[in-house]
């Protein structure tokens, strides 16, 4: 986990990996979750948020309603792309926008 430290100051910069609980387990449709990310992905910039949906579709994502992912499935899927620190800071920013 990265840190940031000085003489004086040590800390992370990110939440603990562990940070998991019932919300990874709740069921989203894909159209849910395609807005949600849509939000979440859109500080990264056009380019970016386009691959990621792109790869998230080839690696079975559906975004229709008939599909259901947990948020677990999609915060696996974020890791194999981003690695384990980039998909947590996304995943932080996706359980807000699932939560408005």
């Known amino acids: 986990m990265p840190f940031i430290s000085s003489p004086n100051l040590a800390y992370s910069i990110l939440p603990p990996a562990s940070n998991t609980d019932d919300f990874d387990d709740k069921l989203f449709s894909g159209s849910v979750l395609r807005k949600a990310l849509d939000e979440t ?3 990264l910039g056009t380019t970016w948020k ?5 790869d998230l579709e080839h ?4 975004f229709d309603r008939k599909s259901k992912y947990t948020v677990s499935q999609i915060r696996q899927t974020l890791q194999t792309l ?5 998909a947590e800071l996304l995943m932080e920013r996706l359980k807000k926008a699932l939560e408005k």
């Open 41 to 43: 992905l859109s500080a």
């Open 82 to 86: 981003l690695g384990e620190d980039g």
């Open 50 to 54: 386009e691959k990621i949906f792109e």
């Open 59 to 62: 690696s079975g994502i559906k």
